[in-house]
């Protein structure tokens, strides 16, 4: 995998709702098999609402920019991702569970091509500016005929500096 250069991006809190904005530059792979620099702009909107002491509701809304190398024309990505968390603070070893789902939309070609389901994830604070996230995703993607699917097992490391 290749990695992604990230730019650094800039939060404000919103209400009981963060914004961000961001820039990424990522490697993908063309149908070819070559790979290809994708650019992309972002902005984010996530209102958060708590159900209870422990369990919380987010809604991410990101519209993203694309710049794929080799290609004149930006496209233009809807991700809305809805997340359920549930904190355990007694138990050590995980801080919480989650649930999510998230459906890709391109405005270019009026179609969801992907859908990141995830029934089951985990967090782990292993250091107060450090976290990790293992999760278990299937991950369908639209093709030209059907939908693919992959079965994935995920780790995420978080750390704030």
């Known amino acids: 995998m290749v990695p992604a250069a990230i730019a650094q991006p800039a939060r404000e809190q919103i209400g009981k709702a963060s914004a961000r904005r ?33 369990v919380s509701l987010s ?9 794929t190398e080799g290609l004149d024309e930006l496209h233009e990505v809807l991700r809305v991702r809805l997340q359920l968390d549930l904190a355990t603070p007694e138990w050590k070893p995980a801080r919480g569970f989650y649930v999510s789902n ?16 995830v029934p089951l994830g985990l967090r782990f604070q292993l250091h107060e500016r450090a976290a990790l996230r293992v999760f278990y995703m299937l991950r369908s993607v639209r093709g030209a005929d059907e939908w693919r699917h992959a079965h994935v097992l995920g780790t995420a490391l978080g750390v704030s500096l």
């Open 59 to 67: 809604l991410r809304n990101r519209l993203e920019l694309r710049a």
């Open 102 to 117: 998230e459906v890709f939309h391109s405005f270019d070609r009026e179609v969801i091509f992907e859908n990141r389901a």
């Open 22 to 54: 961001s820039a990424k530059t990522r490697h993908r792979k063309d149908s070819a098999g070559n790979w290809r620099h994708q650019h992309r702009g972002d902005f984010q909107l996530t209102p958060h609402h708590r159900l209870t002491h422990r």
